[in-house]
């Protein structure tokens, strides 16, 4: 079978089930596409051939013998080089773990791999995960499949592109203040990111710790509510886990309308800096919405202009602390001053300056600003209060309606360089999808179309704590409407890739 590539998750799993292909062919096939693909994409930082296929052989084997299986058995996958994969190198995109092999698994890793997932590799992002365009990687840039000059979002663009140029059928992205959403609406993919606390942080390495939270980047929606119930549920070695996490997520992705449902569109989630052809697509999948059966209202949230500031004190304070721990004494990279005394807090400093790049640096020290002792109140305790009045607001929201709409990103991908050297127009990428995090909410992307420039625009739902089986439901509907429309998903419409001869 020569289009296993171009397979959902679902169709390969019941292909897997029916005894049609092996989890080795599916695997190999994708291993194959990412040797003729990935030179030119860059999604990948490391590629585990050998374990993936191992881990293939051991579902066939499991399957030959009867055994019952979880359902994705034997589909592969793609992880973010921020979730620690015991055995295989774990970077961070960050020269600081250069070569550091972690002696233990995620939990969302060993539910991957409880399930029968083998694991292709890991994937590219910018660095420690801050950024939106995947630039700030120690290791190159990823590019857009659909514009191989333009970038893949961040700071999971490895995964997003990954996806998009069929390398995987699934990967696993985190999403601190839209890394999963904002490469998912720029690649023309479907991104998650789950209640806060749904799925167990343990094992990511940490960003910031109140807003982290990992989740699926796949091509269909189904597919993503498949792969949150593998990852998905309480951890006891997470403490902020969520005792008793919703699920239903597959049966709501199957939702046949969306009669009686509520949709807000927030009035400060649009307008002023979206780009035309992003605000007509939106309009556009509203309507449909509308078709399907929901009444649509509008609401405000003005405390999200303050979200954006609020968000970028909280960070890199939450990251300055996180971030201590890479000192040259317990991961990774170890640098001893050039000349001098080597005391252990010049081997610190001459290794985090030789190890962490600009925007790693530059987040450092706002943080360690903002944590200090003459600024704590105010800029720290402010961006705290700011943080409750954005819960506030999305409290009243959802009293008015049972899902909030957006775009989900002001504009479709950008060039390579356009944005790098200032800093205030990369986090401007982040206005739409930061609130959630925020208030720890659930979030999608979905593509809805394409913009004038005829680049992937993505769609935004959110939904209250615990209730993103909302946004499966929402999805579902609406990726089924817009699929009917376009004849096919919008991917199709991508460029082929050159494929290099090997
Ligand atoms: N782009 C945002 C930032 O730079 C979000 C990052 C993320 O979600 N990991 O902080």
């Not at 089930?17 to 860059?42: C, I």
């Not at 058995?73 to 973010?80: E, F, N």
């Not at 800093?423 to 979905?446: F, K, Q």
Request: hydrophobic share 45%; net charge negative; aromatic share 6%.
């Amino acid at each position: 079978m020569s289009d296993l590539t171009r397979r959902s998750a679902a169709e390969l799993a019941g292909l897997l089930a029916a005894g049609d292909v092996s989890a080795v062919e599916v695997t190999q096939a994708h291993l194959d596409r990412m040797a003729a693909v990935d030179g030119a994409v860059h999604a990948f930082l490391h590629v585990n051939t050998d374990e993936a296929l191992a881990a293939a052989a051991d579902v066939d084997a499991r399957r030959g013998a009867g055994e019952e299986l979880p359902e994705l058995a034997g589909v592969p996958i793609a992880v973010k080089d921020i979730v620690v994969t015991r055995g295989q190198v774990t970077t961070a995109a960050s020269k600081i773990l250069e070569n550091w092999v972690p002696p233990y698994d995620a939990t969302l890793v060993s539910r991957l791999r409880a399930a029968g997932m083998p694991i292709l590799g890991k994937t590219n992002l910018d660095e420690f995960a801050m950024g939106s365009s995947t630039e700030h990687s120690a290791y190159g840039n990823t590019r857009n499949p659909w514009d191989l000059e333009r970038i893949p979002g961040g700071s999971g663009g490895g995964s997003a592109a990954a996806v998009a140029a069929y390398e995987a059928p699934l990967a696993i992205g985190t999403d601190t203040g839209g890394s999963i959403r904002q490469p998912a609406a720029v690649t023309g993919t479907i991104g998650v990111k789950p209640t806060y606390g749904s799925v167990s942080r343990y094992g990511l390495i940490a960003m910031a710790s109140s807003l982290d939270q990992a989740g699926p980047v796949t091509r269909t929606v189904l597919d993503a509510a498949m792969l949150h119930e593998v990852i998905g549920g309480h951890d006891p070695l997470d403490s902020t886990s969520l005792t008793d996490p919703a699920t239903g997520y597959v049966a709501a992705a199957r939702a046949a309308d969306l009669k009686g449902l509520r949709v807000g569109i927030v009035t400060e989630l649009g307008g002023e800096g979206y780009q035309e052809g992003v605000r007509r697509s939106f309009l556009e999948s509203v309507e449909l919405l509308k078709q399907a059966g929901a009444e649509v209202v509008e609401v405000s949230c003005p405390s999200f202009d303050y979200a954006l500031a609020a968000y970028y004190l909280i960070m890199p304070a939450e990251a300055s602390s996180n971030l201590a721990k890479f000192d040259g004494m317990r991961f990774g990279l170890r640098v001893e001053p050039a000349e001098g005394p080597v005391t252990a807090e010049r081997v610190m400093a001459a290794t985090r300056g030789a190890g962490f790049g600009d925007e790693v640096k530059r987040r450092i020290i706002l943080g360690t600003h903002v944590l200090s002792a003459g600024y704590y109140d105010a800029y720290y305790g402010s961006a705290q209060k700011v943080r409750t009045l954005i819960q506030r607001d999305f409290a009243q929201a959802f009293a008015k309606a049972d899902v909030l709409v957006s775009p989900t990103a002001p504009t479709t991908a950008f060039r390579f360089g356009e944005k790098l050297d200032d800093p205030m127009a990369m986090y401007l990428n982040d206005v739409a999808t930061i609130p959630a995090n925020l208030a720890g909410i659930p979030g999608i992307s979905l593509p809805s179309g394409l913009s004038d420039d005829g680049l992937p625009v993505g769609f935004q739902v959110l939904a209250p704590a615990r209730e993103d089986a909302r946004l499966y439901r929402v999805g579902g509907v609406l990726e089924r409407l817009l699929t009917e429309k376009w004849g096919g998903p919008l991917l199709a419409q991508a460029p082929e890739l050159e494929v290099a001869s090997r």
